[in-house]
């Protein structure tokens, strides 16, 4: 970049391409990642049995990164004032939240979890209207209301017994609050230089930040095959592939449209619970999830 010109700002983004209805793309995107992330709980649950937080969240983020490192779209070149940008996105996406949200588990039920988790598209519209200077449309403000309380329907049985603590809640706070910020901040990298390449420099920046954690919570890990085993998905599927999706989802439909696909990932840890560990199916579940769909379908029409 020459002197005198000017630099782009580290906090932006923008708009997504498509401000019309969701259309099979946007959906089939929305439902891979509701797979991927909402069978994420369950394997941080399972490698926490043997393996502490650091080193999930350093065995998470180097699997993401070879798996996306070996598609070579990846590797093309990012430009050099976008560095920073790609560098925060990396710190605020991945290696900041990921190492918070392990780390709370160990006080915090899952159900918890993940309804903090499912806060994010809260986030992620404030931080969209702080940066754009403008509301989202109307639709998608009481779609992701809507949503947010179906999550809260779905996740409502569960929080009775809930052992959480008032530092684990802080952590995954801090940890959904910094989502929201990095899904208004692919939009612009992405619409730029495509997903693989954003997601790959991202992840290698992630690295920096959680190796050091992961290196010194190494000794006090134990070896087990079902541990080590969770991480492969967990890393491979719910961080290298899902972040590639949802970025290019964002991209798409920007920031707070996209982000509705944290509201279907409770559902899938309803339906995982169920069937591979007998979990009780509660009524105010199905009542949430009804409101989840109706929410997203809301936050999925023509912006307005």
Do not use: K
């Not at 959906?27 to 709980?41: H, V, Y």
């Not at 200077?133 to 049985?157: A, D, E, T």
């Not at 952590?171 to 390449?197: D, K």
């Not at 619970?273 to 105010?284: D, K, S």
Request: proline share 6%; aromatic share 6%; net charge positive.
């Amino acid at each position: 970049m020459s002197d005198g010109a000017p630099r782009p700002r580290l906090l932006q983004t923008s708009a997504g391409r498509l401000s019309e209805a969701f259309g099979a793309p946007e959906w089939g995107l929305l439902t891979a990642l509701a797979f991927m992330w909402g069978s994420s709980f369950l394997f941080i649950d399972i490698g926490l049995e043997a393996l502490r937080p650091g080193v999930v969240t350093l065995a998470r983020v180097a699997l993401g990164a070879a798996a996306v490192a070996l598609v070579s779209r990846a590797r093309r070149r990012v430009a050099r004032e976008d560095l920073p940008r790609v560098a925060l996105l990396g710190v605020v996406w991945i290696g900041i939240p990921l190492t918070l949200f392990p780390i709370a588990q160990q006080w915090v039920d899952s159900s918890v979890a993940g309804m903090m988790n499912a806060a994010m598209p809260i986030f992620t519209a404030v931080w969209a209207t702080a940066l754009l200077r403008r509301l989202p449309g109307s639709r998608q403000v009481v779609g992701l209301l809507l949503g947010f309380v179906g999550v809260l329907s779905i996740m409502w049985p569960g929080l009775g017994d809930a052992d959480a603590t008032a530092l684990g809640t802080a952590l995954l706070l801090v940890a959904v609050c910094l989502y929201g910020l990095a899904a208004n901040l692919a939009v612009p990298l992405q619409q730029r230089y495509g997903s693989l390449p954003v997601l790959l420099h991202a992840q290698v920046a992630a690295l920096v930040i959680v190796t050091p954690l992961g290196l010194v919570q190494l000794p006090g890990s134990e070896w087990a095959w079902g541990s080590a085993l969770a991480m492969v998905p967990l890393g491979v599927l719910g961080t290298g592939l899902a972040f590639v999706l949802m970025t290019t989802l964002v991209g798409r439909v920007g920031g707070p449209r996209g982000s509705v696909a944290i509201y279907f990932t409770p559902i899938v840890a309803i339906v995982l619970g169920v069937a591979l560990r007998g979990e009780p199916l509660h009524a105010t579940a199905l009542v949430g999830t009804a409101l989840v769909l109706a929410g997203a379908w809301l936050a999925s029409r023509r912006e307005t």
